[in-house]
């Protein structure tokens, strides 16, 4: 193996776990708030959502808002789940999902409405 690939393949590895331990760092943060159904992973919503609020404005039940700019400047603007004082509904044709144009909330399956529940352990 040449040196120039020597250094190729470390300087990649390098790069592999930077982004791996960036991507724990994001999700971790994100355990404080829910993220509207059919959200990316967090490090790919943060990078896809463009803040536009349109998700925000198809909510016909006031469940989604905008995460503060005191959280950090990441997840400013960002849209988040009220599901405390407002409660959790399955809408029809999820208006959020639709409207979010840069697909940072995208459906699976495009045929079907349901939601995979997960169960989240402390």
Do not use: Y
């Not at 999700?27 to 967090?42: D, G, S, T, V």
């Amino acid at each position: 193996m040449k040196g120039r690939d020597l250094f190729r393949l470390g300087a990649q590895k390098a790069a592999e776990v930077t982004a791996h331990l960036a991507s724990q760092k994001v999700a971790w943060n994100a355990e404080a708030w829910l993220r509207p159904p059919f959200a990316q992973e967090e490090l790919k919503f943060l990078l896809a959502c463009t803040r536009s609020d349109k998700c925000i404005k198809a909510c016909d039940f006031d469940v989604l808002f905008r995460l503060s700019a005191d959280l950090s400047r990441t997840v400013a603007h960002t849209p988040a789940m009220d599901l405390l004082s407002r409660g959790g509904h399955f809408c029809p044709g999820w208006p959020c999902v639709t409207a979010c144009e840069p697909k940072a909330l995208k459906r699976p399956h495009q045929g079907s409405d349901r939601v995979k529940l997960v169960q989240v352990q402390n």
